[in-house]
């Protein structure tokens, strides 16, 4: 009677691991979020632009000789769509 036992349960064993093993993912882009997000951060050794870059300063040397003029260009404003500000305070304050 416990052979009979032990070879049922290793059977029932056996049916189950082979029941599980169907519900494996064969998705064949399975782990692509994971490349994809990898492969946005990798820096292009050889970009290519449109248009060509200018390395002589005269935009920098500009920017240099406002700040030293104190003629430096105000920053456009920022809207921004939350509501009033208000602070965060612990409520413990005086009676």
Known sequence: ???K???ISAALAA???AGL???TANDTTFGGA???NYAAQI???DPQYEEAQTTDGT???AAVERYR???VKKPVSIRTTSGSGGSGGSGSGPN
């Open 34 to 36: 994971v490349r994809q």
């Open 15 to 17: 049916a189950t691991v």
């Open 1 to 3: 009677m416990n052979f």
């Open 21 to 23: 093993s169907a519900c």
């Open 69 to 71: 003029s104190d003629q």
């Open 5 to 7: 036992c032990t070879l």
């Open 59 to 61: 935009l920098g040397a």
């Open 43 to 45: 820096v292009n050794p």
